[in-house]
Each structure stands twice: as C-alpha cells, then as structure tokens.
C-alpha cells in the first residue's frame, strides 16, 4: 500500500489565471442541475424499449423502474438535492473518482485521445488517452523535425502566457459562454499513481505571468529538462531550434524506459512510482517531469500514412523483437499534455484525460498551429547567447526498477499489438448533408446505427448494448460531459425499412427525419443536463452504508441499455487528420468521428483484434453511400456533390 496521502480538494489546489477575459465568465455560470426524477424516469423507459430483446424483458424492466420510482428513488432524489445545494457541483468528485481515478486500468488505454485518440484495448471510455494527429508543417518553415519540434515549444509557451495573464479569449457557443475551468490543469501538473485512488498535482502559482517555467523532452526513453525562459525572454525559433537539436546528438543510443511504467496498470504503477522516488535522484526528476509546462516527445519512428500517424501518437512503434524500445518508452502518460514528433517532421498530441476533455485540447492545438502558421513567426530576433543548455535527467535504476520496465514492456506490447485500427472517408462531407436540410451529427450517428445493424445481422449476432456520444455540458461551472443514449425506437424503424424493399423511398426519409427528431431532442437535454446517466449514478452515491441497491439497477436491460457496445464522439480542427480512441467494452468498438470538413466525413473504428473491424469498415461506407442516395433520389440539392470513387479506407 503506498504511503502517499491524496490531499483533501485536491483540485482546488490550482489556481486560475489572473484577472482577465479568460475566466470572467466563471462566476455567472449556472450550476449543474439534478434532473425532475419523473423526468428521468420516463426517458429510461423511452431508451429501454428498442434495447430489451422482447416484450416480456421489457416489461419486466419497467416492473422494477416504476418499483424504484414509487420506492426509495423519492428519498435518493432528496438526498442529491440537498448535495447540490451544498455543493458547486454535485457530480464532480464522483466523477472525478468513479470516471476517471479510481479505475486501475492503463492510461495508455484510458486517458489519451487520439488527437488523434486512441486505446489500446476495452477500457472505460472515460479513462482514454487523448491523441491529435496535426498536419503538416507549414510550407515555407523548413521542413525538419528540429524545426517542428522547436516551433511548436515556443507557440505553446505564447499560449501559455496568454492562459495566465487571463488574456485567453474565453470559449463560448452561440448559447453563451462555456467553462474554462479545466484550463487550471492544462499545464505545470501532472496525475501520480495513488491507492485506492489517483490525483493530479499542480505546479501553478497564483499570479504567474507565464514568463518562467521549463519542458521535459524525451527522446529514446532519456528525459531532458528543456529551459525555453532564459534571462526573462522566451527563446526564439532559431535558439530553440539549437537546443533541440543539442537533445538529438546528446542521445544517440537507447535509454531505460522508465515512461513504459506510467503506461501500466495503476496498482503496478503506485508500487512502481513508490520504489522508483525512493532514491533521492529518481525524486529529483519526478519533480522536473511532474512540474514541467508540458512534455515534448521526439519519436524516432515515421508515419507513412493515417492510420501508423494514429498509432504511432497512440503507443508508438511495437517492437516485437525489443518490447522495451516500443513508443511508450518516450512517453510520459499522466502528464496533461505531451507534444510528439517523429523523425520524419509528422506530429500530434496525446492528452491524459482524467481533469480535462477534449474541446480545451482542441483549443490549445488550434491556437499553437494557427501561430506557427502565422506570418513573421519564426523569424522573431535572437538573442546574443545561449547560456543554459538542456540538461539530462537521468534515473537510478535498481535491479526491481529494471524487472517492472521488462514487465510493463510485455504488458504494453500484448495491449498494444491487441488492437486493430481502421478510417474510413466518406465522398461526401458537411456541405452536401446541409444542403439536405440534415444535422451532420445526426446524419453521422445515424449512418453508425445503421452499419452495426447490417454487421450484427450479417454475422447472424443481437445488439447487446447501447450507443454512447458524449455531450458537452460545459454551459453549466465545472460542467464535463452527459450522455447521449443514441439506440432508439425510430432510429431502429428507419434502420430497418433501408433493407426492405417493400418500404418506398419517400417512407425512408420520413423514418430517417423522425430518427434524426428523436437524436437531436436527446443531444439537446443531454447538453442541458438533463441525461439519464449521470443522474442514475448520482442516486446510487447518495446510498447510504448498509442500505441496499434497488433491482432496477441490476436489471439485464437496464445495465445492458449502458454497456456500450459503440463508444462514440466526436470533435473538429481544421489542423487534425488522426483523431479517435479506443472501444470501451471488449466486444465493441470506438468510433470517433468528424463532421467539420465540407468534402468528406471520417471515421476511426478501433476495436480487438478479434472483432470484424475491417467489416465493419465496410459497412460504414456502405451505409454512408446508401444514405446519400436516400436524400439525393429525393431530388435535394447536391451542390458540389464529386463522382469520386465512394468511400476511401485509410
């Protein structure tokens, strides 16, 4: 058991920024609110009936609801309102614990989103490792990693500043403005392994002008402590430029993979993390990597195409002859943010994803490539020299430090090599799905139902699960996510009247625009606050010691309508290609998707090796024609509409 105490409020531990645009907004927040429980209770029926597999499960089902609802769920209903009345937000700490850092499951595989995002096996959808996968380098910059790696210090360090001066342009919807609070953990903290939970640390101090602070680099598994502030400025291009490549000559030869333990199991980790600061060297380093601004990672592998960017931003290169010299070596997975770049100049993001979601990463990744992009960027003055070079951090390793790196090595290679990775582009993108009158997101979702369908019935299988996408509920202080239960009585009719030929075309896009109805009322109350999820698991924490759960929440539709068979999301730059994580249970599939490009869609399916996942691929750009034509035979409008191939698999 390791001896280090999470402290109480934790969180309230970082501080925010100072006065400015960037967090004005924060105290005319509402609060997140607890759902009318009828309410509740009425959508859990709704979303229950296409998932029972007949009429007597289903009655069954609602037996034990409406038992719940005349039962104890009145007296649980009063307890979550009194939390919310004593608290700024009722779901955060459960959230936190229950979401994120009480699963021991690899953060390799939970936190970091392929931004691309991806996992490397079932894990909790909400233990997933961010991943954005950036474009190229802008043209008219030279086109060496060194260079990539040195622009992208300086435009994070810029956006850092402008974070703590409170100069950062709030984010906000055409609702209003959004949560910013996770900001306070984007930067200068770091997750550390704990029993029986983790926590994140905070280097941040109240005041901070942004006008100090260092980044850990690794490269072949050596970590660097990197000063980009030196005599109160910040390094230009150029003098970055020299120290990173001062890094690549000083590490020419593989270093202990002590990153491959923080891709682990959490309980192995804690041990590890414990032996590995008792050594007074060891200690020191944890500090310089769990303080640094960010971590930069500089691969030596390359990304010929889409899907090895995806993986290699996921868990680097599989060594099946070496594992310990795979990607994770040269990854640092509690940190926050880590920037990577391969040796061939591609790069991207990886985000541990326990304090932040994934819309203020997008922000960070926007803002660091629009500047790198901007003209005079790198061509700021230099200045007359250099007085501090990056300097090694180098680890005491002991002879059971060198047993966990082989073991976790062996782990992180099975867990690696177990997943299987495909994207799929559609012919067609935004544009033209407006141009039908249709939510992208709608039509995106529904394409997906329609897929799975066509998969299980071809493979003679029955759904066993539900559909998750995730909304955003950052209108509301503190607000994260909620869930939208996208499995549905209409979308179910629509799906089915494709495939029979009996149905007529205009009937079709009836059962479609209903479908799409029922989805986009649901994606609303879900932003709202007003789910299913989160409130049923707020009415199972406010049990007390000894009392004992109601049969509603063990019910085989009940828990079978939240075992989400499609883990599903989706987010938009501009700057990503990569993007997704990965499957959530072990017979589903992750399904990240983008809807933001005119000219086509994308989606990332990741799932076991195991599963149909080239199948399923298939039927998804099946399913994406078929739905074209739809609305095309309808005689909408098809402005722009290409006769390229149908679908590209990447």
């Known amino acids: 058991m390791s001896t280090r105490l999470r402290p109480d409020k934790w969180k309230s531990l970082a501080p925010p920024p100072l006065p400015g645009p960037a967090f004005a907004a924060q105290s005319s927040l509402p609060r997140l609110p607890v759902p009318p429980l009828i309410d509740t209770i009425s959508r859990l029926k709704e979303a229950l009936r296409p998932i029972a597999t007949d009429d007597e499960e289903y009655s069954e089902a609602i037996r034990k609801i409406d038992s719940f609802a005349s039962g104890p769920a009145e007296e649980l209903q009063r307890r979550l309102q009194a939390r919310h009345a004593e608290t700024t937000h009722w779901l955060e700490d459960w959230w936190d614990d229950g979401g994120y850092l009480a699963y021991r ?24 490792p961010t991943i954005d996968g950036f474009d190229d380098h802008p043209a008219h910059l030279p086109q060496t990693p060194a260079h990539r790696a ?34 306070r953990w984007m930067f200068d903290c770091c997750r550390v392994p704990g029993q029986p939970a983790d926590w994140s640390v905070t280097y941040s101090n109240a005041g901070d002008r942004g006008d100090s602070g260092h980044v850990v680099v690794l490269r072949r598994g050596r970590a660097w402590k990197l000063e980009p502030w030196q005599e109160g400025s910040l390094l230009s291009v150029s003098e970055l430029l020299k120290q990173i490549e001062y890094i690549y000559a000083h590490t020419a030869e593989e270093y202990p993979a002590v990153g491959l333990l923080t891709a682990g199991d959490r309980d192995a980790w804690t041990k590890d993390y414990d032996a590995l600061a008792a050594h007074p060297q060891n200690k020191e380093v944890l500090h310089t990597i769990h303080s640094a601004a960010f971590v930069l990672c500089l691969d030596t592998e390359h990304a010929p195409d889409l899907v ?81 070079h990056p300097s090694p951090l180098d680890w005491f390793i002991s002879p059971d430090t060198e047993i966990a790196i082989t073991r976790s090595a062996s782990a992180a290679h099975a867990l690696a090599s177990s997943q299987a990775l495909n994207i799929v582009r559609t012919r067609y993108g935004k544009r033209e799905i ?31 699960g539900g559909t998750y996408e995730a909304a955003s509920t950052r209108r509301f202080f503190k607000g994260r996510t909620e869930a939208i239960r996208v499995v549905s009585t209409e979308a179910d009719a629509w799906v089915q009247a494709m495939d029979d030929p009996v149905v007529s075309m205009k009937v079709r896009r009836e059962l479609f625009a209903a479908a799409a109805g029922v989805h986009i009322m649901r994606a609303r109350m879900a932003g709202k606050g007003l789910g299913v999820d989160r409130h049923l698991l707020g009415l199972k924490k406010v049990l007390k010691e000894g009392e004992a759960m109601h049969e509603m929440f063990s019910d085989p539709v009940v828990t079978r309508s939240s075992y ?7 987010v938009f730059s501009k700057h990503f290609g990569p993007y997704g994580w990965g499957e959530v249970v072990p017979d589903g599939f992750g399904v990240a998707y983008m809807t933001g490009f005119d000219d086509y869609l994308q989606f990332t399916i990741t799932s076991r090796t195991e599963m149909p996942n080239e199948q399923f691929c298939a039927e998804i750009e099946r399913a994406a024609e078929d739905l074209y034509k739809l609305h095309s035979t309808l005689g909408k409008e098809q402005q722009g509409f290409s006769t390229a191939p149908p679908n590209s698999r990447l």
């Open 105 to 128: 499951d690899p953060v390799s595989n939970t936190s970091g989103i392929q931004w691309p995002v991806i996992t490397p096996r079932s894990f909790r959808s909400y233990v997933i």
């Open 150 to 183: 040195a622009s992208i210090v300086r435009a994070a360090m810029l956006f850092r500043q402008k974070l703590k001066l409170g100069q950062l342009e709030p984010e906000a919807t055409k609702e209003g403005p959004i949560c910013m609070d996770t900001y």
């Open 308 to 388: 090895s960017h995806s993986r290699l931003l996921w868990h680097g290169a599989i060594s099946s002859s070496s594992p310990a010299e795979m990607g994770l070596r040269n990854r640092w997975m509690d940190k926050p943010v880590q920037f990577v770049v391969m040796d061939d100049g591609k790069a991207g993001l990886v985000g541990e994803h326990s304090v932040m979601d994934g819309t203020p990463t997008v922000n960070l990744c926007d803002h660091v490539l629009d500047t790198i992009a901007a003209p005079g960027f790198s061509e700021t003055e230099t200045m007359s020299s250099i007085s501090v």
């Open 434 to 464: 407006k141009a039908f009158g249709v939510s992208p997101d709608s039509w995106a979702q529904l394409l997906v139902q329609f897929a799975y369908a066509r998969l299980l019935r071809a493979r003679g299988e029955r759904r066993m």
């Open 564 to 570: 989400w068979v499609l883990s599903t999301s989706a």
